[in-house]
């Protein structure tokens, strides 16, 4: 991210009201209005993350492998499918993945 942020010249400072306890788990979340709100992401969290993303992108050729093996896939077709997914981030979690 920071290369991505160095390459397209954007600048960024790092600002807490209080700065999170690397020893607790938490979750991030983006809000997607473009490309550039995830890249801070990445750069703020000083710990261990797992990315939660869509299944459908797993059909994207050579791009599909990187992105199964990166992240914890949300299969959105049915609530059993997604309950599935929360157990497998609630894993990941425990584990300090």
Known sequence: AQIWFWLIGVRHEE???TPH???KHYIFVANHISYMDIPPIVIAIKQPYRVLGKYEMVKVPIFGL???AAVVLVDRRSPEKRAKSVRALKSALSNNI
């Open 15 to 17: 600002i807490y009201e």
């Open 66 to 68: 990187i992105y199964r």
């Open 21 to 23: 306890d690397p020893s």
